[in-house]
């Protein structure tokens, strides 16, 4: 069964270097490309991501004016908010919404490090199973390599970030008004851990917008390298 599993392994390994190296036979005459070369273009395009889309988040209304990655209530706190409106407090349920959003704006100033040493341990293997996978192959590696360290990273800024915008104040006062509703349930739930997920989900989508772009755009390529190293998966 093992000696198998290995045949499996190594046909496929086979078959992608395979299928890489066809694609670059296909090259204009005198025109090549090195395996150092695809591996680069594969981090310059990861860092134009991060550095055009995720940049974008960090700024204030980063998370709270994008749709795409706006954080909204979790399921258990959306009887809160209608009821809020409802009975004429739209203002304060806005404000709630607002500072979960400030804070994940917050904290994704804390990813850049992580972000530079995982795609500067970007390696040719890495490189052809990016290049030869999915529209967001490179954004998946990403997340891979970073998710649980964003994670350790995100959690305290966040409930630092709570502080320091009100948040737990505005939401203190937002559920102590909601649970004073007559024949309404109490609720008490703990924002930090849903806000760093929600800010990591719009982390990766931001990058994920961008490699799509490069992959599927040839004017987003922007760069020499970028060029030739797409043009082998187009």
């Known amino acids: 069964m093992i000696r198998k599993l290995f045949a499996v392994i190594l046909i496929f390994n086979l078959t992608a270097c395979a299928e890489l190296q066809q694609v670059v036979n296909q090259l204009p005459q005198g025109e090549t490309i090195g395996n150092d070369q695809i591996a680069s273009g594969l981090r310059q395009a990861l ?12 700024q204030t209304d980063g998370f709270y004016k994008n749709e795409l990655v706006k954080i909204l209530l979790p399921e258990e706190l959306q009887k809160v908010d209608k009821t809020l409106r409802d009975i004429g407090l739209s203002n304060l349920a806005d404000e709630g919404l607002k500072v979960l959003n400030r804070a994940a704006e917050d904290a994704v100033k804390e990813a850049a490090p992580i972000f530079v040493d995982a795609v500067k341990d970007i390696t040719f293997a890495d490189a052809k199973n990016i290049l030869l996978g999915s529209d967001n192959a490179a954004t998946q590696y990403l997340t891979n390599k970073t998710q649980t360290a964003l994670y350790d990273k995100f959690n305290p800024v966040i409930k630092n970030s709570f502080s320091k915008v009100g948040a737990d104040e505005i939401w203190n006062n937002l559920i102590t008004r909601y649970n004073n509703i007559p024949f309404t349930n109490n609720v008490n739930p703990d924002l930090t851990d849903y806000v760093t997920g929600e800010a990591l989900k719009g982390v990766y989508t931001m990058i994920a917008i961008e490699e799509k772009d490069i992959r599927t755009k ?3 390529r922007t760069t020499d390298l970028l060029r030739k190293v797409f043009a082998l998966q187009d």
């Open 47 to 58: 860092d134009f991501g991060i550095d055009k889309q995720v940049t974008k988040l960090m």
């Open 218 to 220: 040839v004017s987003s």
